[in-house]
Each structure stands twice: as structure tokens, then as C-alpha cells.
């Protein structure tokens, strides 16, 4: 493996545990629009090399599960996991821990986003918001039918945090 610079790094993808891949699957599609692009497959406890893999990364206590691999249409990825294990299941949003907090996608309009998650299963979270008053970027949590939260922006991340919010006063209370 090179080692370069660090030019040309981007997210390639973001993981995510639900407790119903299907229905997860279903959801993805219906209210962000991914597409399935893999799986879904099954994650086996045994001496194949996939299995090996499976154990490598999640510990011995793996008991199995399943995955499958979706994209938006800029081609990031998601990959969607379901475990065995008998602690799987949906979660209360636990912000102050480590690790997964939240993933963000852009819609020009978020409250029209909000309805199509709402009507494949998801809730609204919050109430839509402009990002820093006289902004004209606006966002708005919502969470998947499995307890994950979704932020919704309006405009990019970086002409939201690298434009007029780069040179304004953001309170430290934010």
C-alpha cells in the first residue's frame, strides 16, 4: 500500500447497525433515494476467508449477521449491518458517547425530505432550523426507523461552514 500526501481523500462510505436489514434497506431507498448496489449477504462465523475477516474485525463473540452495501447518487456509500447478537436492537440517540453520532445529506428542500422520511418509517427529530440567523442554510435531524440519526442540509458542507459561517460569530454555546 503507497502512502501519499493525503490528496484526493474523501469518505468512501459510513457503516451502520439496524436491527432489520430489509426493512432498512427498503428505508434507505425509499426516503434518501441509495441504491442497493450489493447483498444483502451473510456474515458466517467460520474459516472462510470473509469469516476470517468477520472475526478479525468484530471479536470472537461474532455470532453472524448479514450486510449489503448501498450508494446516493455521488456514488458515497453506505453499508448497512444486522447482527445476530441477542443486544441488537434499536438504541436512544447517545450523543456524549464515542462513536457514531450522526450521518448528513443534502436536499435542496429538507422539510420536503423530512415528509419522505417520515412516510418510509422514519420520525423527525428536531424542527428545521437556519443554520446561523440570516444564513439561508437550514437543517433538521431526523432519526431512521432504527434510532440512527439523519441531518439534513440544505446546501453543501463547505458552503455552509466555509462561506458566510467561516467569517460570522457562531456563539460557543453551539
Known amino acids: 500500500m503507497a502512502m501519499d500526501d493525503g490528496a484526493g481523500i474523501s469518505i468512501n462510505h459510513v457503516g451502520l447497525t439496524v436491527d432489520d436489514l430489509d426493512k432498512a434497506i427498503c428505508f434507505y431507498q425509499e426516503a434518501l433515494s441509495f441504491q442497493l448496489i450489493s447483498g444483502p449477504m451473510?456474515?458466517?462465523?467460520?474459516?472462510?476467508?470473509?469469516?476470517?475477516?468477520?472475526?478479525?474485525?468484530?471479536?470472537?463473540?461474532?455470532?453472524?449477521?448479514?450486510?449489503?452495501?448501498?450508494?446516493?447518487e455521488r456514488g458515497t456509500g453506505l453499508e448497512l449491518f444486522s447482527f445476530d447478537?441477542?443486544?441488537?436492537?434499536?438504541?436512544?440517540?447517545?450523543y456524549w458517547r464515542n462513536g457514531y453520532f450522526h450521518?448528513?445529506?443534502?436536499?435542496?428542500?429538507?422539510d420536503a425530505l423530512v415528509a419522505r422520511v417520515e412516510q418510509?418509517?422514519?420520525?423527525?427529530?428536531?424542527?428545521?432550523?437556519?443554520?446561523?440567523?440570516g444564513s439561508s442554510h437550514y437543517l433538521v435531524y431526523c432519526n431512521d426507523p432504527f434510532g440512527n440519526a439523519i441531518?439534513?442540509?440544505?446546501?453543501?458542507?463547505?458552503?455552509?461552514?466555509?462561506?458566510?459561517?467561516?467569517t460570522s460569530a457562531v456563539p460557543s454555546s453551539v
Open 120 to 133: 418510509a418509517g422514519g420520525s423527525r427529530r428536531t424542527r428545521t432550523w437556519e443554520i446561523a440567523p
Open 85 to 94: 447478537d441477542p443486544e441488537a436492537g434499536p438504541r436512544e440517540l447517545e
Open 151 to 166: 441531518e439534513i442540509y440544505n446546501a453543501p458542507y463547505r458552503t455552509v461552514w466555509g462561506g458566510i459561517l467561516a
Open 103 to 110: 450521518m448528513c445529506v443534502t436536499a435542496p428542500d429538507v
Open 42 to 72: 451473510d456474515i458466517v462465523r467460520d474459516n472462510s476467508y470473509w469469516g476470517k475477516m468477520a472475526l478479525d474485525l468484530c471479536c470472537p463473540r461474532l455470532k453472524g449477521g448479514r450486510f449489503a452495501h448501498l450508494v446516493d
